[in-house]
């Protein structure tokens, strides 16, 4: 036995360890940066925030659900904790309609969504203005449009007739788009979220079966998996948002009825449960919802929505290994938004729900707030915030552990040729 053959080994498996290992848990807060209304409107309009791209843009709309107009948020313009919006008319090829919404933004700042005026039309934003998309063998889709990649593939739902198909839109080279069916489980469904490889994430009915609607993945060919439920006996699943990974996330109802997160990696779903706590909830009867994962980002951090101890349905954050966590307990209540003139502190901030992260471990949230009217009255606004962290741990994928895995047996191969 030779000692000197020995101690590259020895120092290669702790390089290889030291380089792959996840990185010590850290305690993790968020900085608030509140996304305003435009200049000129009034100041107390709610605004909802749905895309988030990897600088920092955010695409959603200000308004109520009876009137709508498309908003952009443009980083790192920032006036201190606010950042105002940009409102983008909806004018698609020079006709007005009443009503615009955002849903995703893509690197490139290309952004989908739906414009409508007693009907509602998939529309992408490029080039400075809108375009309506087409749809199978007519002119313009009536259905909506969810997301758009940075190679601009655009995925989302036809609606002809009132009865939903998956779809997606390829760019066919001359500026424009080819839309096409995606294949299902026999039945409609819905294409919600497009990664960067083309995969895409949704639902689809599953063929005679009443009521019954199984999440799915699409691979770039067309080919479709079904991702399952929690519970065969529900039936019901549906997929929200995909990362580079191929990891999905949405809600499914579980073996008591209720809707509960999943998380689907490696060819299995798992329920993410609710905020700890949750299982006392004197109410818990009643409640239909106990969370839903509205996004994943390729760091493997999952947000949404999720019920907690006391019934108040919160934004969360869950992360491997540490579970679920109100987003509202990472928020210093020293954080520089509350001094605004504005805001009527003694209520605080309440984060009701997360709709999308990215991989610098932002969060696209919707928070309801006390406006200040005066020395003590207020007046309850919902806005989009983005929480930005203040420090960013590395939280691996599997991918990643797969890479150590590698890594170490390279690195034992090298150990036993130098023996």
Do not use: C
Not at 197 to 208: C, D, L
């Amino acid at each position: 036995m030779h000692v000197a053959s020995r101690l590259p080994l020895a120092l290669g498996l702790s390089t290889a360890l030291a380089l792959f290992a996840p990185a010590p848990a850290q305690a993790l807060t968020f900085s608030l940066v509140d996304l305003g209304i435009a200049p000129g409107w009034e100041a107390r309009q709610p605004t909802t925030g749905y895309g988030l791209n990897a600088r920092g843009d955010v695409i959603g709309q200000i308004g109520t659900s009876q009137s709508t107009q498309t908003a952009l948020w443009t980083a790192p313009v920032q006036d201190g904790s606010r950042r105002s919006a940009v409102y983008v008319p909806p004018v698609a090829n020079g006709v007005g309609y009443r009503n615009g919404v955002g849903y995703q933004i893509n690197d490139s700042g290309h952004f989908v969504g739906t414009l409508s005026d007693g009907g509602n039309m998939a529309a992408v934003f490029r080039d400075g203005g809108w375009a309506v998309l087409p749809g199978v063998g007519v002119a313009q889709s009536t259905g909506r449009a969810y997301a758009i990649n940075d190679a601009g593939t655009i995925a989302g739902q036809d609606l002809p007739g009132n009865y939903g198909f998956p779809l997606r839109w390829l760019p066919n080279g001359n500026g424009g788009y080819t839309p096409q069916r995606l294949n299902g489980l026999g039945g409609g469904g819905i294409a919600r979220d497009i990664n960067q490889s083309g995969q895409m994430a949704g639902a689809s009915n599953v063929g005679a079966l009443l009521g019954a609607s199984h999440a799915v993945l699409w691979q770039a060919d067309n080919t479709v998996t079904d991702l399952g439920v929690l519970d065969a006996t529900r039936n019901h699943s549906e997929a929200f948002a995909l990362n580079d990974h191929g990891t999905v996330v949405g809600a499914s109802r579980n073996a008591a009825g209720k809707l509960e997160a999943f998380r689907w990696i490696d060819g299995a779903m798992s329920g993410l449960g609710a905020i700890p706590g949750w299982e006392n909830n004197p109410h818990l009867g009643a409640v239909s919802t106990l969370s839903q994962a509205r996004d994943v980002n390729n760091l493997g951090w999952v947000v949404g929505s999720a019920l907690r101890a006391d019934g108040q349905t919160v934004g969360f954050l869950w992360r491997e290994g540490l579970g679920m966590v109100d987003l509202n307990t990472l928020i210093s209540p020293a954080d520089p938004w509350f001094g605004g003139s504005d805001v009527f502190n003694p209520h605080g901030l309440l984060i009701t729900g997360a709709s999308a992260t990215n991989d610098r471990g932002q969060i696209l949230v919707s928070a309801v707030y006390n406006y200040r009217l005066g020395p003590a009255n207020a007046w309850q606004v919902t806005h989009a915030f983005l929480l930005s962290p203040d420090a960013l741990p590395a939280v691996p994928e599997p991918s990643s552990w797969a890479l150590m895995a590698l890594g170490l047996a390279v690195t034992l191969r090298l150990g036993r040729r130098r023996a």
